[in-house]
Structure formats: C-alpha cells, structure tokens
C-alpha cells in the first residue's frame, strides 16, 4: 500500500483563498456554469470520462470550485452513476470533510511553490509538474480512483508543459487529471488536443448580484449593483473588490488599460505614491491588472480578434515583471511606469483591447 499523502492546507499557496470566505475546495455551492457541469456529469456518470479535463474561463468565475466538485464525486463513487446527478457531495460525508483539509490521499493539487525566501514563485516549474508521475503510479486508494488538479496550467515553464505531456500521452488507467487556465491559448496545442474542454462563462450582472446578496448580505444593494458591474462576471474579482482600497485599485487598473496607448506619466507617479502607502497595494494592483487584462484577451478572442499571441506575450511579462517586484521589494513608481511602457507597446503592436 502506498504511503499516505502527507500535504495538508497549509502547505498549500493558498493564493485563490479570499479572507472570510471559504476556499474552493471548501466550497459545495457553484454558481452559473450549469452547460459545464451537466457536460462533466453525463461523461463521469456514464462511465467514461476522459483522462484530461481542461477547465477555461477569466479568474474568480469558479474553475477550482467546479474541479474540486468534480473531484470529491470522483473519488467518492468513481465514475459511476450511484451519486447525484449534479456530483454532489454532503460536506459531511468523509471524502468531503478530507478534501477540504486538503489531506485526501487521492487527491493532488498542483500549484507553484514558494521560493527560499518564502515568496510565490513566478512561475510553475517542472518539479512540481513531475509530482504527477509518482502519484499516479501509486497503489489506488479506495475507488481505485485518483485525480490531480493543475492550478493554473498557464503558470507552468517549457519544461514543465512538456512533462505535462508525456503524462497526457500516456494516461494511466483510472486517473484524472484538470488542468485550469485562465487563457488556454498560451498552452501547448498538444496539450490542448489531448483534453476535454469546459468552458466556464462570466456570470451576467444579475446572477452575480444575487450571488454577492447571498455572501454579502450586509452591503447595500447600490454597492452590489456596483460591484457587479465592475466584476466583469466573476465572483472572485466582485469579492475581492469589496475590500478596502480595492474598487479605487480596479478602477485604476482599467484606466491603465483605457489609456495605455498614451500612458499619463503624472497620474503613473501619483498612483505609485498612493499604492506605497496601501498594504499589499501592489500586489492587489497588480491582480487587478492581469485578470482585468486576461478577461480583456478572452473577450477579443471569442469575436476573432487579430494578435492575440503579442497580447498574451504582454501578460506573461507582466506577471514576471509584478513577481520580480513583490519578491525585491522594488519601489512601486518605477513598476507601474514599465508595466504602462509594455502595454503601451503591446498596443502599438497589437492595437487596443
């Protein structure tokens, strides 16, 4: 019998956990992605799943929380039609209770490490790409069943994809394997063709109100109104929007991206002076940025925008360039005038989003 898995939530990044919300893989309640869901469940159900899922759609909008759900029937009833139709699981049931302690020994989550000083790393290395092969060879635990979730499959390296692949091209028997991305046109086409894909939409602003009057019941309606318009159909950005200094930080982020042809150098600097003196600010700014971006990218793309690769080039050097500051400790002014000087030659390049 192969030893039990000995990860546990702590040792987990945690960066998709949201202060004084439960994590997605706590979460039982998914909002709007009913087409993905009944796909998903009609495939497990039916007793043949594919090996590979590739799970798509802007942040915040509920991939880990569809992965996580996909996971707990999986490894509860296997895939089989003996659990609900919509793959639920009572949180009480014991899969449940483990999955949420992230100490289910059938279970692995992928995500990139901390370096040695502790900081998130840029991006997600072949290392931990190749933790899937030892996994998956060991003994199945009961069900027989073991699933890997890949959070995101954007943040691996070169090496990492190609590890990846070989693991796609020979698929083990009884093993799932969900890949999450953000912007699936930066993954390998290999990588892409050997998946079954789910693509999850932004919610429309209504079902994003009644969602956010469920977990924000203490907000005043105007403000829901108002995040939700802001949110662009993702809980995680309306959740994340409703603290603090965050809505005046995703506004500024979107007029980055309005303006980004002729940056405002003055209105650069002042930003860079008021984001030192928010805690986190930057890496709250620059969250709003990329996922403002990334669901930018994903709109031109769904009307056949042209570029699109020079656009996503542009994110990716962004999310090193954010990275590379937050691990330096570098000042905030001279950040955000290089992050407005590649999007300015994005734009140039690429025409504006």
């Known amino acids: 019998m192969a030893p039990r898995s000995k990860a546990k939530a702590e040792d987990i990044p945690e960066t998709d956990r949201l202060e004084g919300f439960p994590h997605p893989r706590e979460t039982v ?21 594919p090996g590979a899922w590739l799970i798509t759609g802007p942040p915040g909008i509920g991939k880990a929380t569809l992965a996580y759900r996909i996971a707990r029937y999986v490894l509860a009833y296997g895939a089989t039609a003996a659990g609900p139709e919509d793959l639920s699981v009572p949180g009480r049931e014991s899969v449940a209770l483990q999955i949420a302690a992230a100490s289910h020994p059938g279970l692995l989550v992928l995500k990139r490490g901390l370096n040695d000083s502790g900081k998130l790393m840029s991006e997600m290395s072949v290392n931990v790409v190749r933790k899937l092969s030892g996994f998956f060879g ?18 691996m390296n ?38 079954q894909r789910l693509d999850l939409r932004p919610l429309d602003e209504p ?16 403000e829901r109104a108002a995040l939700a318009r802001l949110a662009g159909g993702s809980i995680g950005m309306a959740l994340r929007l409703a603290g603090g200094d965050s809505v005046a930080l995703a506004r500024e982020a979107e007029r980055l991206l309005d303006h980004a042809a002729v940056p405002d150098i003055a209105a650069i600097l002042a930003l860079g002076d008021r984001i030192y003196r928010i805690t986190d600010g ?8 990329t996922d403002t971006l990334t669901a930018r990218i994903r709109a031109r793309a769904l009307v056949g925008g042209a570029h699109l690769d020079r656009w996503i080039e542009c994110l990716n050097r962004l999310k090193v360039h954010f990275a590379r500051t937050a691990a330096l400790n570098l000042e905030p002014r001279q950040t955000l005038l290089s992050a ?5 030659q994005a734009t140039r390049r690429a025409g504006a989003l």
């Open 158 to 195: 070169d090496a990492a994809a190609n590890a990846l692949l070989k693991m796609l091209e020979e698929p083990p028997p009884r093993a799932m394997l969900m890949l999450l991305s953000n912007v699936p046109g930066r993954l390998l086409p290999t990588i892409r063709s050997r998946c």
């Open 207 to 222: 079902a994003l109100e009644a969602e956010l009057a469920r977990l924000l019941p203490d907000m005043s309606a105007s």
């Open 29 to 49: 309640h998914l909002v709007g992605q009913e087409l993905a869901l009944a796909r998903a469940a009609r495939a497990i159900r039916g007793g043949h799943p």
């Open 282 to 289: 930057l890496e709250t700014f620059s969250t709003f940025l």
């Open 340 to 344: 407005a000087g590649q999007l300015a």
């Open 138 to 155: 060991m003994t199945s635990g009961a069900g027989g069943w073991r699933v890997a979730i890949v959070d995101t499959a954007d943040d």
